[in-house]
């Protein structure tokens, strides 16, 4: 059974349970998370940033575990040196995160601000329902990836699955290999860029005209994240035939749905 340890208002102290193994060097640390479970590997993280005011940490061999990362709602740089599992960097809100391998399905999900590099492939739902900040996955990604996106950017160094796009609200999506079926299926806004070939585009998915903002926009992140020059590039947004939905009498809307 866990000991809970109380503080002296008798409130349980919220790292009670972080095993304080890292190594701090002033506003930097490290820790092995080899033998720890989720939990502690989490606890630990979060003990170093809001109790210690660490300012980077870096964690090895994180095994693949799941749900690693999340609920990070301040300014701070992480080095996860391996491959991560389902739901990584979850619920974030500011940080810097730089994953060396890969990750499983649902990274960055409902993330809010900062920044996610994978060096790796991910997983289907890479980005899901994303509200800001930027994720750079420079391999594959799976099938809808971004589905759900309502702000932020996703850039693919590799080919994307099936459905990419999926319910996109906002935001961009900029991949420089090749896309599956239904890419930007039932999209409401927001732009996707493709570098390859798309096998087939969604409902109310179409060609958009490109922009001096498209060029300034693409050439920036790429600049940021050293992917060199930008490749020729294909545009597509929504072609707004579904914004009728909202002008459909109330029987309509049955029917539809």
């Not at 590997?41 to 300012?55: A, D, H, P, S, T």
């Not at 391996?82 to 999900?109: M, N, Q």
């Not at 961009?172 to 896309?179: E, K, P, Q, T």
């Not at 914004?243 to 029917?255: C, F, G, I, T």
């Amino acid at each position: 059974m866990t000991q809970i340890t109380y503080d002296a208002r008798g409130l349980a102290e919220p790292f009670a349970d972080a095993p304080r193994i890292a190594e701090v060097d002033g506003t930097r640390a490290r820790f092995d998370a080899q033998d720890l479970t989720t939990r502690t590997i989490n606890l630990e993280l979060r003990r170093l940033l809001y109790e210690e005011g660490v300012e980077e940490v870096e964690i090895d061999n994180p095994g693949s575990r799941h749900s690693l990362a999340v609920g990070i709602l301040t300014r701070c740089r992480i080095t996860i040196n391996g491959s991560l599992g389902y739901f990584g960097c979850g619920l974030i809100d500011g940080p810097e995160i730089h994953v060396t391998g890969r990750v499983g399905w649902s990274a960055c999900e409902n993330m809010m601000s900062g920044v996610v590099v994978v060096d790796g492939n991910a997983g289907s739902l890479t980005g899901a329902a994303l509200r800001g900040g930027d994720v750079v996955v420079r391999g594959r990604v799976g099938a809808r990836t971004g589905i759900d996106q309502k702000g932020g950017t996703i850039i693919v160094g590799g080919d994307a699955g099936s459905m990419t796009g999926f319910m996109m609200q906002r935001g961009r999506i900029v991949i420089l290999g090749d896309v599956g079926p239904g890419l930007g299926d039932s999209m409401y806004d927001g732009t996707i860029y493709v570098a390859g070939t798309v096998k087939s585009l969604g409902i109310d998915c179409v060609p958009g005209e490109w922009t001096d903002a498209d060029t300034e926009l693409v050439e920036r992140k790429f600049r940021i994240y050293g992917l060199g020059d930008p490749p020729e590039l294909q545009k597509f947004v929504c072609g707004k035939v579904l914004y009728n939905y909202d002008s459909l009498e109330p029987a309509e809307r049955k029917l539809v749905i």
